[in-house]
Structures are given as C-alpha cells and as structure tokens.
C-alpha cells in the first residue's frame, strides 16, 4: 500500500494533532505542506478530504479529531493504542474526555495561543484584554483538569488514548507563553503536561516544525 498523503500547514493546531496520531501508529506518511498564509488552502487544485483514497487535508479543528479518530480505528493492530475498547462506561469516559478538550478545554486555549503566540509571530499586537479574560476561563477548565489527574495518570484511563493527544498542540503553544503558570501552578495539571508532551511521537512533530 503506498504511503499516506497528508496535506497540511506545519503551524496549524489541527495539522500538528493528526500528525502526532499518524506518528503513535507508526503509520508511513507523506507530508505536503500546505501555504496557508499564502492562500494555497483556496486554491481549486486544492484536493478535499479524501481517507479512502490515502489522501489527508487537514486544516481545520473538526476534520482533525474525526482523522485521528480515523486512523486510530484503522490501524489499531499497529503503534500505540490510542482508543480505549470495553464496557460501555470505560467507551463514556473515553469519549467524555474527547469531548470536553473539544468543547471546554479547546476555546479558551486556542483564543490564547492566537493571542500569545499567532499574533506576535505574524507581527500583530496582543490584547492583554482578552488575554486576562480567557486566561480566567481557562484556569476554570483546569481546576476540573486537576481533579481528574489527581485520580487518574491520564484524562481517561491509566494510559495515553486520543482524549490526551488532542490536546498536544495547544498546550505545547502555551507553554511557551506566559499562560504556561496557569500548567505549572496546578501539580497534576503539570505532570501530566509534561508526560505527554514528552512522548516520542510529539517529539517527531516539534522535529518537523524546525525543518
């Protein structure tokens, strides 16, 4: 079988999630990157989402989870298990934890990396407004992140599943932003944060960012 085409923009959040997924499943790729600030996403030889086929475009937040997601169903035999098969309430948890990095964790997060960090690369000016303000909503999720964590080693189980994955690339952002304090003033928070962002597949993708 060929090796995977996976169109993307090394920056984007959403690229850099699937990226860690195919990277866990030790799945053979290809990477194309995609100029987003130069409009090539808009052009008509832009190709669609296309899995069956082995072609990934993988812009934007949505299609990013339903990939991983994807990939790790079909090459479950292979690399680490990133799904979390068994009773119907070890399947709740498992998609409880998706669903609140989708729906609580990711808004906040996501406003303070375009504001900490996607501004300044671009050369425009924070808003320490907004800053202060999400940075306040933000803690909020976290406060429920350090009462599962002292619990549990991992959002979902004793293992790493998608449910952590899908944070990797928003908070590898923010912790190189002055938002990293709101990690490191909660001790579970930040074990947690540093296990993950250790792993070696997430050290492949930040390998590729430096190219």
Not at 159 to 170: E, G, S
Request: proline share 5%; glycine share 4%.
């Amino acid at each position: 079988m060929a090796a995977m085409k996976v169109h993307g923009y090394p920056l984007s959040t959403a690229t850099q999630r699937v990226l860690a997924c195919l990277y866990e499943k030790d799945v053979e790729f290809q990477f194309v990157n995609v100029d987003m600030v130069a409009g090539e996403h808009k052009s008509p030889n832009f190709l669609p989402l296309n899995v069956s086929n082995h072609l990934l475009n993988i812009l934007s937040h949505t299609e990013s989870r339903a990939t991983t997601h994807y990939i790790a169903h079909e090459y479950a035999d292979k690399g680490t298990q990133l799904l979390l098969p068994g009773s119907n309430k070890t399947m709740a948890v498992f998609q409880l934890w998706k669903e609140v990095e989708a729906h609580q964790f990711d808004p906040p997060s996501t406003k303070l990396v375009f504001e900490l960090r996607y501004k300044p690369h671009f050369g425009m000016t924070t808003d320490t407004a907004v800053v202060e303000e999400y940075e306040a909503k933000f803690a909020k999720v976290l406060d429920v992140y350090e009462a599962r964590l002292a619990e549990s080693k991992y959002l979902a189980c004793d293992h790493f599943t998608l449910a952590d994955l899908h944070h990797l690339p928003t908070v590898q952002y923010l912790l190189g932003s002055s938002a990293k304090k709101l990690f490191d003033s909660r001790p579970h928070v930040s074990a947690w944060v540093a296990d993950i962002t250790a792993r070696p597949a997430w050290s492949k993708v930040m390998g590729m960012l430096k190219q």
